[in-house]
T-cell receptor
Framework: NAGVTQTPKFQVLKTGQSMTLQCAQD?????MSWYRQDPGMGLRLIHY???????DQGEVPNGYNVSRSTTEDFPLRLLSAAPSQTSVYFC?????????????FGPGTRLLVL | AQSVTQLDSHVSVSEGTPVLLRCNYS??????LFWYVQHPNKGLQLLLK??????LVKGINGFEAEFKKSETSFHLTKPSAHMSDAAEYFC?????????FGAGTRLTVKP
């Protein structure tokens, strides 16, 4: 199993550009989520999905869109990038969202918005 | 909503001495609690988790944590630090579909 994979590893954008961060998992996990990591703030939940066709907002959803057409993939879209979205983005997955479920994290995407 | 406070942003210890990373949480009911570790330029790896079973939880690499409901704490300990323990550590509380991370504690291990 490849686990959770993310592409690209690093991206530079100009303000106003759009892009999609890709996330895929091959563990047949129902639950997938996106976090951003900023210095001194830990990880903050952006969006999550409890299964194909179902998504919901997390703690910091503004400026980001998601969709979940398959169990395996959960892309994160930035429609108009802003410098405040410079961050490291992590995708995670788990079998479900029940008590004590372990999250498996991807290696991260480092995004710089100029 | 649940929240987590990691009481130290940076902890420095000498190799072979004990490690204590402190975490307090707030939650509406019985939460799940986790400690994750992140080595430089890497993703996050689960160290241990508490899910309302034994209050003393043992994890990987000699780490353990004790859930104390009366103190709303879930401190991480290790008897003897190793150089490879140098990393950032995150305490996490989970309720329903939402996980909340602490700000992280950077552990430095001096030779």
């Amino acid at each position: 199993n490849a686990g959770v994979t993310q592409t690209p590893k690093f991206q530079v954008l100009k303000t106003g550009q759009s892009m999609t961060l890709q996330c895929a998992q091959d563990m047949n996990h129902e639950y997938m989520s996106w976090y951003r990591q900023d210095p001194g703030m830990g990880l903050r939940l952006i969006h999550y999905s409890v299964g194909a066709g179902i998504t919901d907002q997390g703690e910091v959803p503004n400026g980001y869109n998601v969709s979940r057409s398959t169990t395996e993939d959960f892309p994160l879209r930035l429609l108009s990038a802003a410098p405040s979205q410079t961050s490291v983005y992590f995708c995670a997955s788990s079998y479900w969202t029940g008590l004590g479920e372990t999250q498996y994290f991807g290696p991260g995407t480092r995004l710089l918005v100029l | 909503a649940q929240s987590v406070t990691q009481l130290d942003s940076h902890v420095s210890v000498s190799e072979g001495t004990p490690v204590l990373l402190r975490c307090n949480y707030s939650s509406s009911y019985s939460p799940s609690l986790f400690w994750y570790v992140q080595h430089p330029n890497k993703g996050l790896q689960l160290l241990l988790k508490y899910t309302s079973a034994a209050t003393l939880v043992k994890g990987i690499n000699g780490f353990e944590a004790e859930f104390k409901k009366s103190e709303t704490s879930f401190h991480l300990t290790k008897p003897s630090a190793h150089m490879s323990d140098a990393a950032e550590y995150f305490c996490v509380v989970s309720e329903d579909n939402d996980m909340r991370f602490g700000a992280g504690t950077r552990l430095t291990v001096k030779p």
